[in-house]
Protein backbone atom coordinates (compact mmCIF):
# COMPACT_ATOMS: atom_id res chain seq x y z
CA UNK A 1 0.00 0.00 0.00
CA UNK A 2 1.15 3.46 -0.76
CA UNK A 3 -0.05 7.00 -0.21
CA UNK A 4 0.53 9.76 -2.37
CA UNK A 5 0.44 13.23 -1.98
CA UNK A 6 -1.09 15.25 -4.21
CA UNK A 7 -0.47 19.36 -3.46
CA UNK A 8 -3.34 21.82 -3.67
CA UNK A 9 -3.91 25.32 -3.12
CA UNK A 10 -1.42 27.29 -0.89
CA UNK A 11 -0.27 24.18 1.87
CA UNK A 12 -3.35 21.20 1.38
CA UNK A 13 -2.62 18.04 1.22
CA UNK A 14 -4.41 15.85 -0.83
CA UNK A 15 -3.87 12.19 0.12
CA UNK A 16 -4.13 9.01 -2.70
CA UNK A 17 -4.29 6.01 -1.07
CA UNK A 18 -3.13 2.89 -3.34
CA UNK A 19 -2.01 -0.15 -4.62
CA UNK A 20 -0.58 0.61 -8.14
CA UNK A 21 -4.37 -0.14 -9.44
CA UNK A 22 -6.77 0.64 -7.69
CA UNK A 23 -7.28 4.44 -5.10
CA UNK A 24 -9.39 6.02 -2.41
CA UNK A 25 -8.79 9.75 -1.84
CA UNK A 26 -8.52 11.65 1.48
CA UNK A 27 -10.48 15.01 1.47
CA UNK A 28 -10.28 15.98 -2.12
CA UNK A 29 -10.84 19.92 -2.26
CA UNK A 30 -10.33 20.06 -5.66
CA UNK A 31 -11.08 17.56 -8.31
CA UNK A 32 -8.50 18.78 -10.70
CA UNK A 33 -5.04 17.86 -9.19
CA UNK A 34 -6.52 14.40 -7.68
CA UNK A 35 -7.67 13.55 -11.74
CA UNK A 36 -4.27 14.18 -12.58
CA UNK A 37 -2.92 12.30 -9.93
CA UNK A 38 -4.94 9.31 -11.16
CA UNK A 39 -4.17 9.49 -14.60
CA UNK A 40 -0.50 9.68 -14.45
CA UNK A 41 -0.30 6.81 -12.23
CA UNK A 42 -3.02 5.02 -14.05
CA UNK A 43 -5.10 4.16 -11.06
CA UNK A 44 -8.94 3.44 -10.57
CA UNK A 45 -11.07 5.42 -8.11
CA UNK A 46 -12.56 3.22 -5.82
CA UNK A 47 -13.66 5.23 -2.68
CA UNK A 48 -13.23 8.89 -1.53
CA UNK A 49 -12.86 9.62 2.33
CA UNK A 50 -13.79 12.85 3.98
CA UNK A 51 -13.10 14.13 7.42
CA UNK A 52 -14.71 17.16 7.67
CA UNK A 53 -17.04 19.52 5.87
CA UNK A 54 -14.61 22.20 4.94
CA UNK A 55 -14.78 23.83 1.95
CA UNK A 56 -11.03 23.10 0.77
CA UNK A 57 -11.54 19.43 2.25
CA UNK A 58 -14.47 18.76 -0.03
CA UNK A 59 -14.75 21.55 -2.87
CA UNK A 60 -13.60 18.48 -5.44
CA UNK A 61 -15.97 15.90 -4.38
CA UNK A 62 -19.11 15.96 -7.17
CA UNK A 63 -16.24 17.16 -10.06
CA UNK A 64 -14.03 13.79 -8.77
CA UNK A 65 -16.99 10.88 -8.13
CA UNK A 66 -18.86 12.39 -11.32
CA UNK A 67 -15.38 12.22 -13.44
CA UNK A 68 -13.08 9.42 -12.08
CA UNK A 69 -16.22 6.51 -12.72
CA UNK A 70 -15.25 3.45 -14.70
CA UNK A 71 -16.83 0.19 -15.76
CA UNK A 72 -15.33 -1.31 -12.63
CA UNK A 73 -16.86 1.56 -10.30
CA UNK A 74 -20.20 3.56 -11.92
CA UNK A 75 -20.81 5.02 -8.60
CA UNK A 76 -18.03 6.07 -6.29
CA UNK A 77 -18.84 5.53 -2.86
CA UNK A 78 -18.06 8.90 -0.72
CA UNK A 79 -17.73 8.29 2.69
CA UNK A 80 -17.85 11.30 5.62
CA UNK A 81 -19.15 12.33 8.97
CA UNK A 82 -22.87 11.90 9.56
CA UNK A 83 -23.15 14.76 11.63
CA UNK A 84 -21.96 17.31 8.84
CA UNK A 85 -23.68 14.95 5.97
CA UNK A 86 -26.06 18.35 5.41
CA UNK A 87 -23.17 20.53 5.37
CA UNK A 88 -21.32 17.72 2.45
CA UNK A 89 -22.52 17.77 -1.31
CA UNK A 90 -21.91 14.10 -2.83
CA UNK A 91 -21.71 12.23 0.48
CA UNK A 92 -23.47 8.90 0.10
CA UNK A 93 -22.16 7.11 3.29
CA UNK A 94 -22.28 8.81 6.10
CA UNK A 95 -20.07 6.94 9.16
CA UNK A 96 -19.50 8.02 12.89
CA UNK A 97 -17.10 6.93 15.56
CA UNK A 98 -16.29 3.30 16.27
CA UNK A 99 -17.96 2.25 12.27
CA UNK A 100 -15.50 0.30 10.21
CA UNK A 101 -15.51 0.40 6.68
CA UNK A 102 -13.75 -1.96 4.30
CA UNK A 103 -12.23 -0.99 0.54
CA UNK A 104 -12.44 -4.30 -0.92
CA UNK A 105 -10.39 -2.84 -4.30
CA UNK A 106 -8.13 -2.09 -1.95
CA UNK A 107 -7.40 -4.99 0.25
CA UNK A 108 -8.30 -1.61 2.95
CA UNK A 109 -9.97 -1.66 6.53
CA UNK A 110 -10.32 1.30 7.92
CA UNK A 111 -11.47 2.27 11.85
CA UNK A 112 -13.58 5.73 12.24
CA UNK A 113 -12.49 7.89 14.64
CA UNK A 114 -14.94 10.61 16.21
CA UNK A 115 -12.70 13.88 16.88
CA UNK A 116 -14.40 16.75 17.11
CA UNK A 117 -13.07 20.25 17.61
CA UNK A 118 -12.06 21.44 14.64
CA UNK A 119 -15.26 20.94 13.52
CA UNK A 120 -17.91 19.39 15.15
CA UNK A 121 -18.00 16.13 13.34
CA UNK A 122 -14.54 15.87 12.27
CA UNK A 123 -13.68 11.76 12.08
CA UNK A 124 -10.54 10.10 10.85
CA UNK A 125 -9.83 7.10 9.82
CA UNK A 126 -7.52 4.56 11.39
CA UNK A 127 -5.27 1.63 9.16
CA UNK A 128 -4.47 -0.50 11.65
CA UNK A 129 -3.52 -3.01 9.69
CA UNK A 130 -1.00 -0.48 7.85
CA UNK A 131 -0.09 1.85 10.49
CA UNK A 132 -1.54 4.68 8.58
CA UNK A 133 -3.68 7.45 10.30
CA UNK A 134 -5.69 10.35 8.19
CA UNK A 135 -6.86 12.36 10.74
CA UNK A 136 -7.46 16.13 8.58
CA UNK A 137 -7.37 19.24 10.31
CA UNK A 138 -7.20 18.17 14.09
CA UNK A 139 -3.61 17.08 14.42
CA UNK A 140 -1.04 18.61 12.40
CA UNK A 141 2.62 18.12 12.32
CA UNK A 142 4.19 19.91 15.59
CA UNK A 143 0.71 21.06 16.10
CA UNK A 144 -3.07 21.00 15.77
CA UNK A 145 -6.21 22.36 14.21
CA UNK A 146 -7.83 25.53 15.29
CA UNK A 147 -11.24 24.70 17.76
CA UNK A 148 -13.74 26.85 15.58
CA UNK A 149 -16.98 24.74 15.96
CA UNK A 150 -15.70 22.64 19.31
CA UNK A 151 -15.07 23.12 22.54
CA UNK A 152 -11.00 22.54 24.22
CA UNK A 153 -12.38 19.73 26.13
CA UNK A 154 -13.56 18.03 22.87
CA UNK A 155 -9.77 18.99 21.09
CA UNK A 156 -8.13 17.66 23.82
CA UNK A 157 -10.14 13.97 24.17
CA UNK A 158 -9.60 14.04 20.39
CA UNK A 159 -5.80 14.53 19.98
CA UNK A 160 -6.08 12.13 23.28
CA UNK A 161 -7.33 9.57 20.91
CA UNK A 162 -5.03 10.07 18.41
CA UNK A 163 -2.13 9.96 20.91
CA UNK A 164 -3.16 6.78 22.25
CA UNK A 165 -2.02 4.84 17.95
CA UNK A 166 0.58 2.74 18.39
CA UNK A 167 3.86 5.04 17.96
CA UNK A 168 4.76 3.51 14.83
CA UNK A 169 1.70 4.63 13.54
CA UNK A 170 1.69 7.06 10.26
CA UNK A 171 0.35 10.13 10.62
CA UNK A 172 -1.31 12.36 6.97
CA UNK A 173 -2.64 15.60 8.02
CA UNK A 174 -4.19 18.08 5.78
CA UNK A 175 -1.62 21.03 5.36
CA UNK A 176 1.94 21.60 5.24
CA UNK A 177 2.34 23.89 8.68
CA UNK A 178 5.16 21.84 9.85
CA UNK A 179 7.85 24.79 10.08
CA UNK A 180 5.67 27.47 11.49
CA UNK A 181 3.97 24.94 14.16
CA UNK A 182 7.86 23.77 15.01
CA UNK A 183 8.50 27.60 15.66
CA UNK A 184 5.88 28.00 18.23
CA UNK A 185 6.63 24.59 20.07
CA UNK A 186 10.35 25.99 20.36
CA UNK A 187 8.75 29.28 22.30
CA UNK A 188 6.99 26.98 24.03
CA UNK A 189 9.23 24.67 25.15
CA UNK A 190 13.13 25.27 23.74
CA UNK A 191 14.65 23.07 26.26
CA UNK A 192 13.08 19.76 24.38
CA UNK A 193 16.21 18.48 22.23
CA UNK A 194 14.45 16.37 20.21
CA UNK A 195 12.31 19.39 19.18
CA UNK A 196 15.38 21.19 18.50
CA UNK A 197 16.51 17.69 16.17
CA UNK A 198 13.41 17.81 14.50
CA UNK A 199 13.02 21.47 13.50
CA UNK A 200 17.21 21.42 11.98
CA UNK A 201 15.52 18.16 10.06
CA UNK A 202 12.32 19.49 8.97
CA UNK A 203 13.93 22.62 7.23
CA UNK A 204 16.39 20.28 5.25
CA UNK A 205 13.13 18.72 4.09
CA UNK A 206 11.71 21.89 3.18
CA UNK A 207 14.90 23.11 1.56
CA UNK A 208 14.86 19.65 -0.59
CA UNK A 209 11.25 20.25 -1.72
CA UNK A 210 10.17 17.80 0.32
CA UNK A 211 6.61 17.28 2.48
CA UNK A 212 7.36 17.04 6.01
CA UNK A 213 3.87 14.93 6.22
CA UNK A 214 3.56 11.95 7.10
CA UNK A 215 4.68 12.56 10.60
CA UNK A 216 4.31 9.80 13.59
CA UNK A 217 2.64 9.50 16.46
CA UNK A 218 5.98 8.83 18.31
CA UNK A 219 7.18 12.05 16.79
CA UNK A 220 4.30 14.27 17.76
CA UNK A 221 4.08 12.70 21.75
CA UNK A 222 7.47 13.66 21.61
CA UNK A 223 7.71 17.35 19.64
CA UNK A 224 4.06 18.69 19.55
CA UNK A 225 3.41 21.24 22.18
CA UNK A 226 -0.69 20.51 21.89
CA UNK A 227 -0.11 16.94 22.77
CA UNK A 228 2.36 17.74 26.11
CA UNK A 229 0.63 20.48 27.25
CA UNK A 230 1.09 19.67 31.26
CA UNK A 231 4.57 18.91 30.53
CA UNK A 232 7.00 22.04 32.97
CA UNK A 233 8.60 23.45 30.91
CA UNK A 234 5.19 24.52 28.74
CA UNK A 235 3.57 25.09 31.58
CA UNK A 236 6.10 27.46 32.76
CA UNK A 237 5.92 29.20 29.64
CA UNK A 238 2.55 29.74 29.51
CA UNK A 239 2.87 31.39 33.55
CA UNK A 240 5.30 33.48 32.56
CA UNK A 241 3.68 34.71 29.89
CA UNK A 242 1.00 35.66 31.65
CA UNK A 243 -1.72 32.95 30.26
CA UNK A 244 -2.19 30.94 32.77
CA UNK A 245 -3.45 30.34 36.13
CA UNK A 246 -5.31 27.16 36.29
CA UNK A 247 -2.82 24.21 35.84
CA UNK A 248 -5.04 21.42 34.06
CA UNK A 249 -4.72 19.85 30.66
CA UNK A 250 -7.73 21.92 29.37
CA UNK A 251 -6.79 25.41 30.97
CA UNK A 252 -2.89 24.52 29.24
CA UNK A 253 -4.45 22.97 26.17
CA UNK A 254 -6.58 26.39 25.66
CA UNK A 255 -3.69 28.76 26.88
CA UNK A 256 -1.27 27.17 23.88
CA UNK A 257 -4.25 27.16 21.19
CA UNK A 258 -4.53 30.82 22.25
CA UNK A 259 -1.54 31.75 21.89
CA UNK A 260 -0.86 29.70 19.13
CA UNK A 261 -3.55 31.57 17.01
CA UNK A 262 -1.39 34.73 17.23
CA UNK A 263 1.73 33.93 17.19
CA UNK A 264 3.62 35.00 14.06
Not at 64 to 72: M, Y
Not at 115 to 132: D, E, K, R, V
Not at 221 to 238: C, D, H, V, W, Y
Amino acid sequence: MDVLAVPAFDDNYLWVIHDGRHAAVVDPGDAVPVLAALQAEGLTLAAILLTHHHADHVGGVVELARQAVSDEFPTVPVYGPAREQSRIKGMTTPLQGDDRIRIPALDLDLQVIDIPGHTLGHIAYYAAGHGLLFCGDTLFAGGCGRVFEGTPQQMVSSLGKLASLPAETEVYCAHEYTLSNLKFAAEVEPGNPRLQERIVNERARRERGEPTVPTSIALERQTNPFLRATEKEILGSLQNAGRLTELDEVSSFAALREWKNTYR
